[in-house]
Protein backbone atom coordinates (compact mmCIF):
# COMPACT_ATOMS: atom_id res chain seq x y z
CA UNK A 1 0.00 0.00 0.00
CA UNK A 2 1.36 3.71 -0.77
CA UNK A 3 1.20 5.99 2.06
CA UNK A 4 -1.63 8.83 2.06
CA UNK A 5 -3.64 6.31 -0.63
CA UNK A 6 -7.25 7.40 0.61
CA UNK A 7 -9.00 5.48 -2.33
CA UNK A 8 -11.15 2.28 -1.17
CA UNK A 9 -10.14 -0.92 -1.91
CA UNK A 10 -11.90 -3.06 -4.68
CA UNK A 11 -14.43 0.37 -5.41
CA UNK A 12 -15.73 -0.32 -1.66
CA UNK A 13 -16.66 2.86 -0.30
CA UNK A 14 -14.66 2.81 3.11
CA UNK A 15 -16.72 3.34 6.26
CA UNK A 16 -15.92 6.41 8.30
CA UNK A 17 -13.95 5.44 11.52
CA UNK A 18 -15.81 7.82 13.48
CA UNK A 19 -19.55 6.69 12.82
CA UNK A 20 -21.24 4.28 14.66
CA UNK A 21 -23.57 1.59 12.67
CA UNK A 22 -26.09 -0.76 13.07
CA UNK A 23 -26.81 -3.85 11.71
CA UNK A 24 -29.94 -2.48 9.62
CA UNK A 25 -27.60 -0.42 7.63
CA UNK A 26 -27.77 3.37 9.07
CA UNK A 27 -24.86 5.35 10.64
CA UNK A 28 -24.69 7.62 13.06
CA UNK A 29 -22.12 10.62 13.15
CA UNK A 30 -21.18 12.48 17.16
CA UNK A 31 -21.34 16.19 16.49
CA UNK A 32 -20.13 18.83 19.10
CA UNK A 33 -22.74 20.15 21.55
CA UNK A 34 -24.95 16.10 22.01
CA UNK A 35 -26.17 16.49 18.22
CA UNK A 36 -25.52 14.15 16.01
CA UNK A 37 -26.27 13.16 12.08
CA UNK A 38 -28.00 9.93 10.95
CA UNK A 39 -28.00 8.09 7.02
CA UNK A 40 -27.58 4.84 5.21
CA UNK A 41 -24.41 3.13 5.04
CA UNK A 42 -22.71 2.63 1.56
CA UNK A 43 -23.82 -1.04 1.73
CA UNK A 44 -27.32 0.13 2.06
CA UNK A 45 -27.38 2.62 -0.97
CA UNK A 46 -25.92 -0.36 -2.82
CA UNK A 47 -28.25 -2.80 -1.93
CA UNK A 48 -31.48 -0.66 -2.35
CA UNK A 49 -30.30 0.99 -5.67
CA UNK A 50 -31.89 4.07 -7.22
CA UNK A 51 -33.74 5.96 -4.08
CA UNK A 52 -37.04 7.34 -5.45
CA UNK A 53 -38.43 7.99 -2.42
CA UNK A 54 -37.76 9.17 1.59
CA UNK A 55 -40.09 9.01 4.55
CA UNK A 56 -38.35 11.36 7.52
CA UNK A 57 -39.34 12.74 10.29
CA UNK A 58 -40.40 16.06 10.88
CA UNK A 59 -38.56 18.74 13.08
CA UNK A 60 -39.50 18.35 16.81
CA UNK A 61 -40.27 14.63 16.37
CA UNK A 62 -38.83 12.67 19.22
CA UNK A 63 -37.08 8.98 17.63
CA UNK A 64 -36.33 6.13 19.79
CA UNK A 65 -32.98 3.93 19.24
CA UNK A 66 -33.37 1.17 17.05
CA UNK A 67 -37.36 1.82 16.12
CA UNK A 68 -38.69 2.88 12.83
CA UNK A 69 -37.94 6.40 12.14
CA UNK A 70 -39.08 6.68 8.20
CA UNK A 71 -38.99 4.34 5.25
CA UNK A 72 -36.74 4.71 1.96
CA UNK A 73 -38.13 3.40 -1.09
CA UNK A 74 -36.23 2.42 -4.69
CA UNK A 75 -36.98 1.06 -7.61
CA UNK A 76 -36.83 -2.35 -5.97
CA UNK A 77 -38.28 -2.01 -2.67
CA UNK A 78 -39.63 -0.26 0.57
CA UNK A 79 -37.56 -0.50 3.27
CA UNK A 80 -37.56 1.03 7.04
CA UNK A 81 -35.40 3.22 8.16
CA UNK A 82 -34.65 2.72 11.75
CA UNK A 83 -32.78 5.54 14.26
CA UNK A 84 -29.41 4.57 15.58
CA UNK A 85 -30.14 6.50 18.64
CA UNK A 86 -32.41 8.05 20.45
CA UNK A 87 -33.18 11.94 20.44
CA UNK A 88 -35.96 14.89 19.01
CA UNK A 89 -35.17 15.54 15.41
CA UNK A 90 -33.25 18.98 14.58
CA UNK A 91 -33.53 19.64 10.92
CA UNK A 92 -34.06 16.82 7.85
CA UNK A 93 -31.90 17.09 4.99
CA UNK A 94 -33.83 19.14 2.38
CA UNK A 95 -30.72 18.89 0.05
CA UNK A 96 -31.67 14.84 0.15
CA UNK A 97 -35.61 15.53 -0.27
CA UNK A 98 -34.83 18.29 -3.41
CA UNK A 99 -32.57 15.73 -5.01
CA UNK A 100 -32.65 11.57 -3.54
CA UNK A 101 -29.85 10.71 -5.83
CA UNK A 102 -27.56 12.40 -3.66
CA UNK A 103 -27.88 9.69 -0.74
CA UNK A 104 -26.54 7.33 -3.95
CA UNK A 105 -23.77 9.46 -4.88
CA UNK A 106 -22.42 10.64 -1.07
CA UNK A 107 -24.06 8.66 1.67
CA UNK A 108 -21.45 9.44 4.74
CA UNK A 109 -21.39 13.15 3.59
CA UNK A 110 -23.82 15.08 2.04
CA UNK A 111 -26.20 12.33 1.71
CA UNK A 112 -27.25 12.25 5.12
CA UNK A 113 -30.62 12.14 6.65
CA UNK A 114 -31.94 13.44 9.77
CA UNK A 115 -30.00 16.04 12.33
CA UNK A 116 -30.68 14.88 16.24
CA UNK A 117 -29.97 16.19 19.61
CA UNK A 118 -29.28 13.26 20.89
CA UNK A 119 -31.45 12.14 24.25
CA UNK A 120 -28.95 9.34 25.71
CA UNK A 121 -25.48 9.70 24.14
CA UNK A 122 -24.76 6.58 26.04
CA UNK A 123 -26.85 4.40 23.36
CA UNK A 124 -23.97 5.38 20.82
CA UNK A 125 -22.07 2.40 22.34
CA UNK A 126 -24.57 -0.18 21.80
CA UNK A 127 -23.83 0.20 18.40
CA UNK A 128 -20.97 -1.51 15.54
CA UNK A 129 -17.70 0.39 15.72
CA UNK A 130 -16.62 0.67 11.93
CA UNK A 131 -14.49 -2.18 12.03
CA UNK A 132 -17.06 -4.29 13.59
CA UNK A 133 -19.45 -3.18 10.52
CA UNK A 134 -17.10 -4.04 8.41
CA UNK A 135 -16.75 -7.65 9.52
CA UNK A 136 -20.95 -7.89 9.54
CA UNK A 137 -20.83 -6.97 6.20
CA UNK A 138 -18.49 -9.25 5.04
CA UNK A 139 -20.60 -12.09 6.77
CA UNK A 140 -23.42 -11.33 5.05
CA UNK A 141 -24.73 -13.71 1.98
CA UNK A 142 -24.17 -12.62 -1.25
CA UNK A 143 -27.40 -13.39 -2.46
CA UNK A 144 -27.63 -10.13 -4.84
CA UNK A 145 -24.88 -11.47 -6.93
CA UNK A 146 -26.33 -14.48 -7.60
Given amino acids: MSENQNEPELGKE ?14 ICPEP ?3 ARIGITHY ?3 QLGD ?20 EI ?12 ASGKVLERNQAVLDDLA ?6 YGTGWLVRIELSQPAELEALMSSDQYEEFVAGLSPEASE
Avoid: C
Wanted: aromatic content about 10%.
Fill in 14 to 27: MNPKEYRYTQEHEW
Fill in 73 to 84: ETVKAVSDLFSP
Fill in 33 to 35: KGK
Fill in 51 to 70: IVFVDLPKSGDQVKQFEKMG
Fill in 102 to 107: IVNRDP
Fill in 44 to 46: AQS
